[in-house]
């Protein structure tokens, strides 16, 4: 139905997977901030989209031995995981899936170069990533991802994740960098300009990307970006597929066409497929 997701209105609906994204921006030079994206490999789930960096949790991720090597995770407003080990895991998953896709990691009690976060990503066949942060006295810094959203693919879509992203403000320094395998191409830039070049056929966006980028295009500055996921529903977010005619669209809560009938994200009600990109949209009067 479209290059970036594979719906089909028949299909039994399967459970969906936990997962976790980390949305990493920074203080632009001039005023509001810049996202780090990255596109993911044509094949696949989302297969040539760009997206933030993110995948689903892994067993490691859920082991007790991470209790030593990071601080406590936030406690979301809205409960988002049914015991403190998930809460812990979906964090570590976040920063897991953001080193081995885009070379970040945030990290107390002390920093690591550019060169050594592409180094550690090369390792983690080899070598767990609590031994890595151990050899050189850190931890993972949990604390630092500020809970933001969290979105389930439609049940009509093939893989299913329930997916909870968190907010991290990185430093001036952090360069970010693609992993040539899983991503394919990675940019810092403007959530405007990232939009701007959706809007402009040169990008792909699922839903939950544009919609965060629209949120956080408002942002004056780093610090109102987590003042924004401070105050952000975490209910939540299963779009639900409609078809009339040939018209295809992805209605969320709130729309007229949606079971949950309260908003949960600021914005259009609607995302409607329009020459192969899902583009936000107002339910029709």
Not at 63 to 75: F, G, I, K, Q, S
Not at 164 to 183: K, M, P, Y
Not at 254 to 262: F, I
């Amino acid at each position: 139905m479209s290059g970036v997701l594979d719906l089909d209105p028949a299909r039994p609906a399967v459970p969906p997977r936990d997962a976790a994204t980390l949305v990493v921006v920074r203080d632009s030079r001039g005023g509001g901030i810049e996202v780090f994206c990255v596109e993911r490999q044509k094949i696949g789930f989302l297969g040539g989209a760009v997206v933030f960096p993110g995948g689903k949790l892994d067993p490691g991720d859920l082991d007790p031995a991470w209790a030593a090597h990071a601080n406590l995770p936030r406690e979301p407003a809205t409960p988002w995981a049914p015991d403190e080990a998930t809460r812990r895991g979906l964090a570590v998953a976040a920063c897991r899936e953001a080193l081995e896709e885009a070379a970040i990691l945030p990290v107390i009690h002390g920093e690591l170069s550019h060169a050594e976060l592409v180094a550690w990503r090369g390792q983690l066949r080899e070598a767990k990533l609590w031994d890595l942060l151990a050899s050189r006295g850190l931890a993972l810094d949990l604390a630092a991802l500020h809970p933001l959203a969290r979105w389930i693919t439609p049940a009509a879509e093939a893989r299913r994740y329930d997916t909870r992203f968190f907010l991290f403000v990185a430093g001036s320094s952090l360069e970010g960098a693609h992993d040539d395998h899983e991503t394919t191409a990675s940019f810092w830039a403007r959530p405007a300009q990232v939009l701007g070049r959706f809007l402009a056929g040169e990008l792909q966006l699922a839903p939950p990307t544009h919609r965060t980028l629209e949120i956080l295009a408002g942002a004056r500055d780093a610090s109102d970006a987590l003042a924004m996921a401070g105050g952000a529903c975490l209910e939540p977010i299963c779009p639900r597929l409609v078809t009339h005619g040939d018209t295809v669209a992805l209605v969320l809560p709130g729309d007229p066409e949606h079971e949950v009938r309260e908003a949960r994200s600021p914005g259009k009600s609607r995302y409607v497929l329009r020459e192969g990109r899902f583009v936000p949209e107002d339910a029709p009067a």
